[in-house]
């Protein structure tokens, strides 16, 4: 059983900093790894990918401003938030799947066939 859990999320100003992690249990070949995000009443968005090879892709609003990496031996997942502004409000999932070349500009179609945490919220106020 493959099981996602993000952990970081929170409430923070305009101009701050926040990182998001993401622990995956269970073993699964899955290399797509990323996160989006959604915020109420908006569609879902993709946010940043990375792939086993560490070739990464972002959504274009965050670039310069997020980072995502990974921890291979700790199977751990995360997304570096600077200079967030109030629109990054959203719940954050991270998601992996198999298919890393469906990735782009922050989101993986392989995620369809995959899996994701239950999500943290991260709110941003002006």
């Known amino acids: 059983q493959v099981k996602l859990t993000e952990s970081g999320g929170g409430s923070v100003q305009a101009g701050e900093s926040m990182r998001l992690s993401c622990v995956t249990s269970?073993?699964?070949?899955?290399?797509?790894l990323g996160w989006y995000r959604q915020a109420p009443g908006k569609e879902r968005e993709g946010v940043a990918t990375?792939?086993?090879?560490?070739?990464?892709t972002y959504k274009a609003s965050v670039k310069g401003r997020f980072t995502i990496s990974q921890d291979i031996a700790k199977n751990t997942l995360y997304l570096q938030m600077n200079r967030l502004k109030p629109e990054d409000t959203a719940m954050y999932y991270c998601?992996?799947?198999?298919?890393?070349?469906?990735?782009?500009?922050?989101?993986?179609?392989?995620?369809?066939?995959?899996?994701r945490g239950q999500g943290t919220q991260v709110t941003v106020s002006p």
């Open positions: 990375i792939d086993d090879q560490g070739v990464t």
């Open positions: 269970g073993s699964t070949s899955s290399n797509a």
């Open positions: 998601a992996r799947g198999p298919d890393p070349y469906t990735c782009r500009d922050g989101y993986c179609g392989g995620w369809r066939f995959g899996y």
